[in-house]
């Protein structure tokens, strides 16, 4: 089974500054790992996701995460954030290829907010 | 290459009505997967489904909703009898043949049940 936690369901930046948002996971098999943002009455956009290759991932707008087995997180960063950045921000975990089934599990979402 | 669609956007209902949902899958996609969004919270999984095969549908609450995804046609999520703790987004997300195929996320169908 698969269970996906995010610390902090509202985060604050401001302009320019470091986006962290956290995602810890817990897996009994290999896990693929994502980040998807969500806007304002919109659907799911995949930001960045980890297969088991790299465990630095590059996403999307500057996006990216790290994935740490040692510490079962996946957080997601940005060196700097845009106001287009404010968005709800979820962590997923799926089974790989040794199973688990190709449902994702959801946290609960990291509503970012973009200050001037 | 059309993205899922999925309509109606936003659907109204009366406590006791029907609801009938529909999802078409990206072009080539044979994969289909429903979620539920209840206010405030992340999106939880209802039902995997490929065609005219229903293959996990632990997520399923156990009366009152089906899916199916016919051989032709788009997928269709039913609720019975709604209530009003049905009202929710509602998304689908379809995917390739591969084990390793992103699903991609329709903009999903926002039920309000009066």
């Known amino acids: 089974a698969q269970s996906v936690t995010q610390l902090g369901s509202h985060v604050s930046v401001s302009e320019g500054a470091l986006v962290l948002l956290r995602c810890n996971y817990s897996?009994?098999?290999?896990?693929?790992l994502f980040w998807y943002v969500q806007y304002p009455n919109q659907g799911l956009q995949l930001l960045l996701k980890?297969?088991?290759?790299?465990?630095l991932v590059k996403g999307i707008n500057g996006f990216e995460a790290e994935f740490k087995k040692s510490e079962t997180s996946f957080h997601l960063t940005k060196p700097s954030a845009h106001m287009s950045d404010a968005a709800e921000y979820f962590c997923?975990?799926?089974?790989?290829?040794?199973?688990?089934?190709?449902?994702?599990?959801f946290g609960t979402g990291t509503q970012l907010k973009v200050e001037l | 290459n059309a993205g899922v669609m999925q309509n109606p956007r936003h659907l109204v209902r009366r406590r006791g009505q029907e609801a009938r949902l529909r999802c078409s899958p990206m072009?080539?996609?044979?994969?289909v997967y429903w979620y539920r969004q209840l206010p405030e919270e992340g999106l939880k999984f209802m039902v995997y489904?490929?065609?005219?095969?229903?293959?996990?549908e632990s997520g399923m609450p156990k009366e009152r909703f089906s899916a199916e995804f016919p051989k032709e046609g788009p997928s269709i999520l039913r609720i019975q009898q709604v209530v009003r703790g049905d009202s929710a987004a509602y998304f689908c997300?379809?995917?390739?043949?591969?084990?390793?195929?992103?699903?991609?996320f329709g903009p999903g169908t926002r039920l309000t049940v009066l």
């Open positions: 997923a975990v799926r089974g790989g290829l040794t199973g688990g089934g190709n449902k994702l599990t």
């Open positions: 980890y297969t088991s290759a790299a465990t």
């Open positions: 897996s009994s098999v290999p896990p693929y």
């Open positions: 997300a379809s995917a390739g043949l591969s084990i390793e195929n992103e699903q991609f």
């Open positions: 072009k080539g996609h044979s994969h």
């Open positions: 489904l490929q065609k005219e095969n229903i293959i996990d």
